[in-house]
């Protein structure tokens, strides 16, 4: 779903070019703009909302017997490490609006979290394969301190658009800014466009 035309099936290991000034990391840093929260998956819920209305919602157990897909793919952090090939398993973003029947208005979407992080990101950047809530990662639970139980993953986009212990996608009319947006990060966020500050 994920490859890139000549990369094909022997896409692992096969040298790439990086976007602009990024290098290869090989180890996973963790970057948090505050403490690692931690809910109980009995009280965690994933809802999609638009206009102040709740239009779905999952609970934890009917959030993982959604359908899965497995997504072999490079992120690319604006602190400019990349990481190639990382293996995440996780729900579509395709999935969830099928599933809640959504045919929705706004064009874009803000992301929300335990611990209040946000990010705004085009719907259009969210569907037809191009994202995931990710609940494994490497074949393992999603670790606590790179957002488990759940995280968005749009890997086409600097990673701080993939918020951590996300909680749900607001639907919005109009492009908003989040948490980093606000302090001036890229409304945007394209890693092959350099896309790292308002104004590049
Ligand atoms: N909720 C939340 N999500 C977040 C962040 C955060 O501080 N809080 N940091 C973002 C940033 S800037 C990056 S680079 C990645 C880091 O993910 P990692 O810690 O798994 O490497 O998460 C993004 N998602
Ligand atoms: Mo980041």
Redesign the pocket.
Known sequence: MFTRGFIGRNRRNTPRPLPPGQYLETG???????PTPHTNLDTWSFRIEAEAKILSEWSWNEFVNLTLHDLETD?H???KWSKLDTRWRGVMIDTLLENSRIHPKGSHVMAF???G?T?NLPLADLVHGKAMVAIEFDGQPLEA???GPA??LVPHL?????????RGLRIIAEDTPG??ERYGYHMYGDPWQEQRYSGD
């Open positions: 996973f840093p963790v970057l948090s703009a505050g992120i952090c604006v602190t979290c335990d611990g992080y990010t301190q790179h957002g995280r968005l600097y990673f701080w658009k993939s918020a951590k212990w996300l948490f980093w």
